[in-house]
């Protein structure tokens, strides 16, 4: 999958096609209009230089946000130096509204309420997934 701002200052590209992505109702990614695919870190590439955001609204941020600092695209997550010391470089998060949609053909959407997620365990869902 590849994904790019909408300047194309920035690109991510994944080896593999997703197999679900989320949108999520939580108030970082409802601001950040992002719809997420969870590559693992060593199956990524970004090209270009990224602004970064964390989030001051929770007392330990487990993600920081990367965006285009032309186009203002939010373009990928990496995990927190806390959340990787804990967890480990597990994961990162890629706005595949960024990809072109016959790449996303197929893949299965979610709905979690992260604005009801306790931080921790599993996510409840607002609503059935869907395939693109």
């Known amino acids: 999958m590849v994904a790019s ?3 194309d200052a920035v690109r991510v590209e994944t080896r593999d096609t997703p197999e679900f992505l989320h949108e999520c109702n939580c108030t970082l990614c409802r601001k950040t209009g992002a719809l997420w695919a969870y590559p ?3 199956t990524v590439s970004v090209k270009g230089t990224t602004a970064r955001y964390q989030r001051t609204d929770k007392e330990r941020a487990s993600a920081e ?3 285009c600092p032309t186009c203002g695209s939010t373009t990928h997550f990496t995990l927190t130096e806390g959340t990787i010391a804990a967890f480990g470089n597990t994961m990162m998060g890629v706005n595949a509204r960024l990809a072109d949609e016959a790449e996303l053909a197929g893949v299965e959407l979610r709905f979690p309420d992260g604005a009801a997620w306790a931080g921790a365990g599993e996510f409840g869902y607002v609503r059935e997934a869907v395939r693109l």
């Open 5 to 7: 701002c909408l300047c």
């Open 40 to 42: 693992s870190p060593d």
């Open 65 to 67: 946000i990367h965006f």
